[in-house]
Nanobody, 129 residues
Framework: QVQLVESGGGSVQAGGSLRLSCAAS????????MGWFRQAPGKEREGVVR????????RYADSVKDRFTISQDDAKNTIYLQMNSLKPEDTAMYYC??????????????????????WGQGTQVTVSS
C-alpha cells in the first residue's frame, strides 16, 4: 500500500517560488500515474499536473504551464512540484496522488476520469499580493 507524505508548503510573496515534495512510504511502481492537485477555499479541487513514472511524460493544466514543473526521484520514491512566478490565485491546499495506471490514461484521459487511489494529507501554499 502506498502512503504519501507532502511537504514544502508555506507563505510567499507574488513572484516567489516554492518546491513541494511528495514522498512515498513504499516503492512506487514505474507504471504509476502520480499528480498534483489543489483546492482553494470555496472552489472545487482541480488538477495541476500529472506524470507517468515509467516514461516521465507529463500533462500540465494551462494555468500553470511554463511556471510549474513536476519531476521525480526514483531513488527517493519522491515527486516534486517546482513552482515559480507564483500568483495570488495559486493560493490553495496542494495534494499529491497516485494510482496504478497506463500511459494513455495518465496522459490522455480527462482529470475527472482518473480515479486516484492514494492521497497525501495536503500542504498549504499561500501567495500574498
Amino acid at each position: 500500500q502506498v502512503q504519501l507524505v507532502e511537504s514544502g508548503g508555506g507563505s510567499v510573496q507574488a513572484g516567489g517560488s516554492l518546491r513541494l515534495s511528495c514522498a512515498a512510504s513504499q516503492y512506487t511502481y514505474i507504471r504509476f500515474c502520480m499528480g498534483w492537485f489543489r483546492q482553494a477555499p470555496g472552489k472545487e479541487r482541480e488538477g495541476v499536473v500529472r506524470i507517468y513514472l515509467d516514461s516521465r511524460v507529463t500533462r500540465y493544466a494551462d494555468s500553470v504551464k511554463d511556471r510549474f514543473t513536476i519531476s521525480q526521484d526514483d531513488a527517493k520514491n519522491t515527486i516534486y512540484l517546482q513552482m515559480n512566478s507564483l500568483k495570488p490565485e495559486d493560493t490553495a491546499m496542494y495534494y499529491c496522488a497516485a494510482k496504478p495506471s497506463s500511459l494513455w490514461e495518465c496522459n490522455s484521459a480527462s482529470w475527472s476520469k482518473i480515479d486516484f487511489e492514494h492521497w497525501g494529507q495536503g500542504t498549504q501554499v499561500t501567495v500574498s499580493s
